[in-house]
């Protein structure tokens, strides 16, 4: 079996909050780990996540032992980051032998090629302000300045700031996010040969079609976890963990 999850934003809404997610994340991995081939993390695992050379954010024990687990066993752990946790360096993949892309990616999964994103810097052209923070954001250059000049106590401080401004003001766009996306995978499918596309980022978990390609939204784990199953015959569908 095949896994595909998304936007568990560990670390959004407080100790409590934070401390129940994790729980059902880590209960998930451990229950979808014991047939799985591969599992595929969408972006946005973490709420925020800006890792130095030597300094990680304190806390999610619980997700970082499971994963490492899991691939000690032999169980392939693919994590696409997304607009909340894009500042990954090497600790996740030295530490617990994560796969890490930061950018959408191609995989041939029995018998079918899927196309894999988060789906955060898609279709933007007509958003200038966002493209423009999304650049910002993933430039090395500016990754380095404030690396060297940004205390991480305040770093950290500043991301959960922006992330929760950020979560209020997408819970908004989430229909809108969808159709863009759903465009995005159009465009894609007329250029050259996709079985399905899977999404995160938009916390709008839908099942929908292009002719023959199935496009999947990914839920958001704060309300109604909801992922994605594949079996080895190629049979993908949305799965919602509460049933």
């Not at 081939?37 to 990680?56: P, Q, S, T």
């Not at 954010?57 to 909340?84: D, I, M, Q, W, Y």
């Not at 990616?105 to 196309?115: H, Q």
Request: with cysteine.
């Amino acid at each position: 079996m095949y896994y595909f999850a998304s936007d568990i934003h560990l670390g959004a809404g407080g100790r409590d909050c934070t401390r129940k997610v994790e729980e059902r994340f880590v209960g998930w991995l451990d229950r979808v780990g014991r047939d799985a081939e591969a599992i595929f993390l969408l972006g946005d695992i973490f709420d925020f996540w800006y890792e130095y050379r030597r300094v990680v954010p304190k806390g999610f024990v619980r997700t970082l032992a499971k994963l490492s687990e899991l691939t000690s066993r032999g169980v392939r752990v693919v994590f696409l980051t997304g607009n909340h946790d894009m500042w990954v360096r090497d600790y996740l993949r030295e530490e617990c032998g994560v796969e890490i892309y930061t950018k959408p990616i191609f995989e041939e999964i029995a018998g079918k090629r899927l196309f894999l994103a988060h789906g955060d810097n898609m279709k933007i052209d007509g958003q200038p302000m966002l493209k423009l923070m999304n650049t910002t954001f993933r430039s090395g250059v500016v990754r380095a300045l404030f690396s060297w000049l940004v205390h991480p106590d305040l770093a950290l401080k500043f991301g959960h700031w922006w992330s929760g401004k950020s979560r209020k003001s997408h819970g908004e766009v989430t229909d809108a996010v969808n159709e863009s996306l759903y465009a995005y995978a159009e465009e894609l499918c007329g250029r050259e040969r996709v079985d399905a596309c899977i999404f995160g980022h938009t916390h709008n978990a839908e099942a929908r079609r292009c002719g023959a390609t199935e496009i999947l939204f990914l839920g958001e784990w704060e309300h109604r976890p909801v992922y994605a199953a594949m079996d080895a015959e190629g049979k993908i569908e949305l799965c919602d963990l509460d049933n």
